[in-house]
């Protein structure tokens, strides 16, 4: 009986493993996509295996049409009925447009089907695949093979595979790399399309971007929006042509639908050409590369360092275009960060400070100043003619001029001040009232006796040693101060106390 029961419970054991086992490798092999038709969003569930036919026939019923009356768009391309699913960069949760055949192309669909193996037909993430590149080296132009076709142009040398004129040689799978704000990141990316007027992905493009200021820059492309928007039915009317708007997503993460987007990082591309790194001199698989016309690039190790030192020094450049970024380290002109999600590639101790520093630059370009007290740094924007500042974060009540607690009369100079600074004296009941401690108090103290501010735009300067001759090292100020006189150097600093 007990030998009964024993064979009885490892059958059905077993029997569950089975079904759990059979139903997980099911589960696996089966694509949850979304179906977006004019008349409303529908969830399907296909075999990867299948091709674009086995869709159409799915959908048509749900929407009341045939399935050769319906077109599916992917991408920027229409689907062929003989593309196998899994071919494309379909991912859980993905969207395909499914639209009806508008009256004059069904003999053109008709017959684009039947053509074998179309490149026409493949959404464009694949037709990209297909680029062929045969360039010199250092070239920035490439012959570009699109089916029988060739061109020339300023390709996207570092996202497609450069071919050495060998025919046997298999393109590379393009590679686009991004910042996913989901992931927090750096992914490798997807690049999707839709309609640059009414944002409708049911959008077919008439070309394929060349370069990267096709897919960068607004209106480069033209193509035909399949939505039935009055919008863009007006503009087909007015016979002016229909843009597409090319926008990235991140590969990474199940597809959150159309608003779901990456921020594309156009300078970090796969090394292709096995080019050095500018400071290590190695060839890494990844590189950053400057946009200057040298092309220098260095490894993400070495631009996260090179990051790392600049900001510690507080070296990056507020752009009036750009904002708060960095240029070449060769000196290049022309040669600044456009896009700064490129420094999201610092850790997050690094750029909680790029992103303080960033501001602090802002507010002191545009007139502000920042709040003297230890701890603090508010960023703070007043009327020129104000001369009595209170910080709203401490506040902390403070001269203009000077910097220090708000005083009746002319500001004191600087030897004066970092005597009272230590002599313990309030001076004036604000002062008084601004004392927030003896530790608060010995911090102001030791920071007056050790630092002073750059006249021109007093961010506090220590000096280590050497000469009288100070050269601010805030980036964009670049002035030079005498730090005993505490004004502008002279010829006269240089004759009386260069070194003392």
Not at 13 to 40: C, E, P
Not at 310 to 320: A, C, E, G, N
Request: some cysteine; proline content about 5%; hydrophobic content about 30%.
């Amino acid at each position: 009986m007990l030998r009964f029961f024993i064979s009885f419970f490892s059958s059905l054991f077993q029997m569950m493993i089975h079904i759990l086992t059979t139903k997980k490798h099911i589960i696996q092999n089966v694509l949850s996509i979304y179906i977006k038709t004019t008349g409303g969003n529908i969830s399907i569930d296909i075999d990867p295996k299948c091709d674009v036919s086995h869709i159409k026939k799915m959908v048509a019923p749900q929407i009341g049409l045939q399935p050769e009356e319906l077109k599916v768009i992917f991408a920027g391309k229409e689907l062929g009925d003989d593309i196998i699913i899994e071919e494309c960069d379909l991912g859980q949760q993905s969207i395909l447009h499914v639209v009806k055949i508008k009256p004059g192309n069904v003999q053109s669909k008709i017959s684009a089907s039947s053509t074998p193996n179309s490149k026409t037909l493949m959404p464009l993430c694949e037709s990209l695949d297909d680029l062929m590149f045969s360039a010199s080296s250092g070239s920035r132009t490439a012959s570009i093979s699109i089916g029988n076709e060739t061109s020339t142009s300023d390709s996207l040398l570092d996202e497609i595979e450069v071919v050495a004129n060998n025919e046997k040689s298999k393109p590379k799978k393009v590679h686009f790399y991004v910042y996913c704000p989901t992931c927090k990141k750096l992914t490798q990316g997807k690049l999707r399309v839709r309609c640059h007027f009414c944002k409708s992905g049911a959008f077919t493009v008439h070309s394929d971007p060349q370069n990267w200021s096709h897919v960068l820059e607004s209106k480069q492309i033209t193509g035909t929006c399949e939505n039935d928007s009055e919008f863009c039915e007006n503009i087909l009317q007015n016979k002016e042509p229909t843009f597409a708007e090319f926008y990235f997503k991140c590969s990474e993460h199940i597809s959150l639908g159309e608003n779901d987007q990456a921020v594309p990082l156009d300078l970090i591309r796969p090394n292709l050409r096995q080019l050095q790194c500018l400071a290590c001199f190695e060839i890494t698989e990844t590189i950053f590369s400057f946009p200057c016309e040298d092309d220098h690039v260095t490894c993400l190790d070495c631009f996260e360092a090179y990051c790392k030192a600049k900001l510690s020094d507080r070296q990056f450049w507020q752009h009036p275009e750009y904002g708060y970024t960095l240029a070449c380290p060769s000196g290049c002109a022309n040669s600044f960060i456009k896009e700064i999600h490129h420094f999201r590639l610092l850790d997050d101790e690094h750029y909680e400070r790029y992103h303080r520093f960033a501001t602090e630059e802002f507010v002191l370009q545009s007139g502000g100043l920042l709040c003297p007290q230890p701890g603090c740094g508010m960023g703070i924007l007043a009327d020129p003619e104000c001369i009595r500042i209170t910080c709203q974060n401490c506040k902390y009540v403070f001269c203009r001029n000077c910097l220090q607690g708000y005083h009746i009369g002319s500001c004191d100079p600087p030897e004066i001040q970092e005597t009272s600074g230590t002599s313990g004296d309030c001076g004036t009941e604000l002062n008084c009232d601004n004392r927030n401690g003896a530790g608060d108090d010995a911090s102001r103290t030791t920071i007056k006796v050790i630092t002073k501010p750059c006249p021109s735009c007093k961010t506090p300067t220590e000096r280590d040693g050497g000469c009288m001759h100070m050269v601010c090292t805030r980036a964009g100020c670049q002035f030079h101060w005498c730090w005993v006189c505490q004004t502008e150097w002279t010829r006269e600093c240089m004759g009386d106390h260069w070194f003392g």
